[in-house]
């Protein structure tokens, strides 16, 4: 029989996401929040991490009555090795990501792709410096082909280290050596993390643990790394900007295209091929007033970071904006696409349509788009999407609000440039105690919590306490919805932030990217340590992942953790089956890497946690409150 999924009132704090999910119930169409309550209660082996099926003598399941597996691996050994794939998973989602933008790189240095070009040549020089790479007297595409041929050698195993190393303070570096944690390819530790989970190997937690850290190491500094860094030399380095944010941005009377999922290389094209004069005096011909591109999630964040584009919603919005009846296509790349839009769009005159090969959704009307037709293809699916107005049922459409205004672009370059061109200014205003520290938020929507209650309100805390808050993914479009995006939610703020963020005309919570663009964060705390000559871990700063939900998700706060930053998680990972696993997170870790997870589903108690911290590490470094 079929369990009663929540009253809506307790599944968003949205209003557009509230008036959608009873949309989708009049209408008779599933939503996650269905699918939830069918599997829930979740299975208790699982949620503890103590079941494995890492080979066909089990799948095994440890309890007090069978604390061993068939092959004698007990409970830690399971956990830390389960824990470890499921890092190696999300290492691999971004790392990946990273190396098509290094094929795009290498596309446009091959003159294969003219639909691609080296946007900001500076950064790809100053990239090139900072990584060992001559520069002075150099033609560009001798440059970059250096800059590609290392970062392609960054995934390989002939590296002692990852390029972006020169970027992490010398203490730091100096205990990932001690430890046994210096991320070498990106490949290669996630290749090593798969070896060492094999039946047989690797069967002492701590030691597996150790290496999982590596490997998110390998994705923050590496990977992720490359992938903002590319993104920006190729599609532009953000600057700050206006645009808005929720349902409100899907236009009644005009050709909707969203894109879904993480890469720019599909998004952007989508776009150029939207502002076509052709396909737009087309759509017109239909009827329509123009074509509209809004962004949902990660590819939303990166079309909204750099060109203003505006942001329909984060993960548990992506259903919910096919039920606004008004959009022509959904136009996905890969990553965080809940395979149920192919049914949801289905219901619906809107056209599903994935780009990847490593994503197809069975279904799904498919294009491969590559560097050599990129903008062909997007051509072609923009015009899919023109032909579809005509098919929209306008009896069915509901577009539940007015968008908000948001303000976003805030690379480390353009937060440079507002402070006048260097770091000093922010270090002084952290001195001076106006900003007290500083906190990621970033991650997710998860079903099994009250979508972006808990993003909103330790955003909220933190910024009265004067503590900056830098958002990135899905919690970018909670934070603007909440009115936090703009200058004028200083009136939010202590009196510090209030002060600083006013005379720069900036909000207390700047939208610092799309998940990939944590590395943004974890450069700028390098920054920071570099120019005070301390470790990371000595800074007044701490991350948080409130609603996570995903395998890339506990890569960022692994490597937050073993970057030295304090990090909060909203619920635990399925870690709780092994103690040993479990303290060496929570506790353990703070004495080998100098910090920890901590896991509060309580916004407030979560703020004051992070208040303490920020009060200690001030201390340390000899700053008064
Ligand atoms: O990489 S925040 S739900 S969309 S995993 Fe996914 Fe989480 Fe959103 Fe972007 Ni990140
Ligand atoms: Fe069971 Fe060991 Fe095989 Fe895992 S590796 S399924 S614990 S026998």
């Known amino acids: 029989m079929a369990k009663e999924p929540k009253p809506i009132e307790e599944l968003s704090i949205w209003d557009d996401a509230k008036a959608m999910i009873a949309k989708a119930r009049a209408e008779g169409i599933e939503t996650v929040h269905e699918r939830l309550a069918q599997q829930t209660p979740h299975c208790k082996f699982c949620e503890l ?47 990946d990501h990273g190396r098509d933008l290094i094929e795009v790189l290498e596309a446009i240095i091959e003159g294969e792709t003219k639909d691609y070009k080296i946007t900001d040549e500076a950064k790809l020089k100053a990239l090139a410096a900072e990584t060992g790479i001559e520069v002075e007297g150099r033609e560009l595409k001798d440059v970059a082909t250096d800059v590609m041929e290392n970062f392609f050698a960054d995934f390989g195993s002939r590296k002692k280290e990852i390029s972006f190393l020169s970027r992490v303070p ?18 290669r530790e996630i290749a ?41 030399v190729i599609f532009g380095t953000p600057t700050p900007k206006m645009s808005t944010a929720n349902l409100g941005v899907i236009k009644e009377d005009k050709v909707n295209i969203l894109v879904h999922g993480h890469n720019p290389v599909v998004s952007e094209m989508i776009l150029a091929a939207a502002r076509d004069p052709e396909l737009v005096e087309k759509a017109e011909k239909l009827g329509a007033k123009g074509i509209n591109v ?92 023109i032909e579809g107005f005509a098919e929209r049922d306008a009896g069915r459409v509901d577009i539940p609000c007015e968008p908000v205004e948001i303000m976003t672009g805030f690379s480390n370059e353009a937060v440079i440039a507002a402070l006048g061109g260097s770091l000093d200014p922010l270090v002084q205003a952290i001195a001076a105690g106006d900003i007290r520290g500083a906190v990621g938020i970033v991650g ?93 871990s000595d800074l007044p700063v701490g991350a948080s992942s409130p609603e996570w939900y995903s395998e890339k998700a506990a890569a960022i706060g692994l490597y937050a953790v073993a970057s030295g930053i304090y990090t909060h998680l909203g619920h635990p990972p399925n870690i709780l089956g092994s103690e040993v696993v479990t303290d060496l997170a929570t506790s353990g870790l703070e004495d080998l890497v100098g910090a920890t997870f901590f896991i509060e589903p309580d916004m407030v108690k979560t703020a004051e946690m992070f208040d303490e911290r920020i009060k200690a590490k001030r201390k340390g470094l000899g700053l008064s409150e």
């Open 294 to 385: 809004a962004g949902l999630c990660c590819t939303g964040n990166e079309l909204l970071m750099r060109q203003g584009i505006p942001m329909a919603g984060n993960h548990l919005m992506t259903e919910l904006a096919i039920i606004t009846g008004a959009v022509e296509a959904v136009v996905v790349d890969y990553q965080c696409i809940m395979p149920s839009l192919v049914q949801i769009a289905g219901c619906y005159h809107t056209k599903f349509i994935d780009t990847a090969n490593k994503a197809r959704f069975s279904g799904a009307i498919h294009f491969d788009i590559e560097p050599h037709n990129a903008l062909q293809q997007a051509k072609e699916i923009v015009n899919l999407a």
């Open 444 to 536: 997710c929507n998860n079903p099994k919590i009250k979508q972006d209650s808990m993003n909103v309100e330790l955003a909220k805390e933190l910024i009265k306490k004067d503590i900056l808050v830098l958002v990135t993914g899905c919690v970018t479009t909670a934070a603007g919805k909440a009115g936090l995006l703009v200058p004028d939610a200083i009136e939010m703020a202590g009196p510090g932030l209030k002060k600083v963020c006013g005379a720069l005309g900036i909000p207390p919570v700047l939208h610092y990217g799309s998940c990939v663009d944590n590395a943004r964060i974890l450069q700028l705390c390098a920054a920071l340590a570099n120019a005070l000559n301390v470790d990371i």
């Open 192 to 232: 090593e993390m798969m070896h060492r989970t094999h039946m047989g190997c690797d069967n002492d937690a701590p030691n597996t643990m150790i290496h999982a850290a590596r490997t998110s190491l390998s994705d923050g500094w590496g990977g992720s790394m490359i992938g903002t860094e590319l993104s920006d």
């Open 49 to 95: 991490g103590t079941t494995c099926r890492n080979c066909t003598m089990g799948p095994c399941r440890i309890s007090a009555k069978m604390p061993r597996g068939v092959c004698g691996a007990d409970a830690d050994v399971i956990v830390a090795r389960n824990f470890g794939r499921f890092i190696a998973g999300g290492s691999a989602g971004h790392s």
């Open 170 to 187: 010398q203490k730091r570096k100096d205990i990932w050596a001690k430890l046994g944690m210096t991320p070498r390819g990106v490949d």
